[in-house]
């Protein structure tokens, strides 16, 4: 029996229904690059997400025209954040579960790869030194990248660390050949979160990085510039009140030590500044505790000392007898 092929224009249709009802159904995505991911990769992606996570790739053309469509459609508005963010080789995995706990699962499936010639280097590329185990017929490409060498054995062996690809440079034939000659490939590739999609808010994927303890770090920071501005400009904010009360306090009770003016909470201060000496007084049970801790401590260190002074006696007693 022939098996029915699908046109192009009813493979658009169902692409179409399926982004759709996928929106409709996903309130969280990310956004993913997918530069230098084979279809292979990809397909153990899509298996070790299966679950609460669906990975949807296509045209950009495509899945634009579809986002602004549906949110057109339904209302939707929030939708069209999408669209900004669908340039170059990306794809789209919606998601149900912890977003932070999806981008770990993705980025499981990286994936060595060759140093392929005009590449630009995501990384830098360093040879480090050691035995090559090529034959000297092979020191041509050492020569070529400046690469000193020697002959150790009948095989070619590189003396220092050689930085041979710089990051964000285009890899060169020789680079290459060498690379591919030494079997090393230096690059890894996967699905990179590049914008993160939730409940028609779009931020940066270092959001998901943080924890508690940096929420809570930022907002004692931005609580304290709060309260220093306020202070500053006497401006009064909930954040300074405390700081702004304690002040105020102080003042009032500089004018009571300074006339005849007096309350409570002053009171006890003008009682010092008349007598010293109840000052002293009130520190005078904690110096005593600790000048009648101070011989205990030393009759103890002596009973220490004691026991073993007196072994040693008997010790050389023994030894004579």
Known sequence: MAVKKISKAEKKINYDKKLCRLMDEYSQILIVGADNVGSNQIQNIRQGLRGDSVLLMGKNTMMKRTVRLHAER???DALNNLVPLLVGNVGLIFTKGDLKEVREEVAKY???APARVGLVAPTDVV????????DPSQTSFFQVLNISTKINKGTVEILTHVELIKKGDKVGSSESALLAK???RPFSYALVVQSVYDN??????????LTEDHLAQKFAAGLSMVSSLSLAISFPALAAAPHMLMNAYKNVLA??????YTFKQAEKVKEYLKDPSKFAAAFAPAASASSAAAP?????EEKKEEPEEESDDDFVSGLFD
């Open 74 to 76: 339904t209302g939707n």
């Open 110 to 112: 990286k994936i060595g």
């Open 127 to 134: 040879v480090p030194p050691g035995n090559t185990g090529l």
């Open 182 to 184: 030494l079997g090393i």
């Open 200 to 209: 028609g808010s779009v931020f940066d994927p270092e959001v998901l990085d």
């Open 255 to 260: 004018i009571s030590v300074e006339t005849e």
């Open 296 to 300: 205990a401590a030393a009759k103890l």
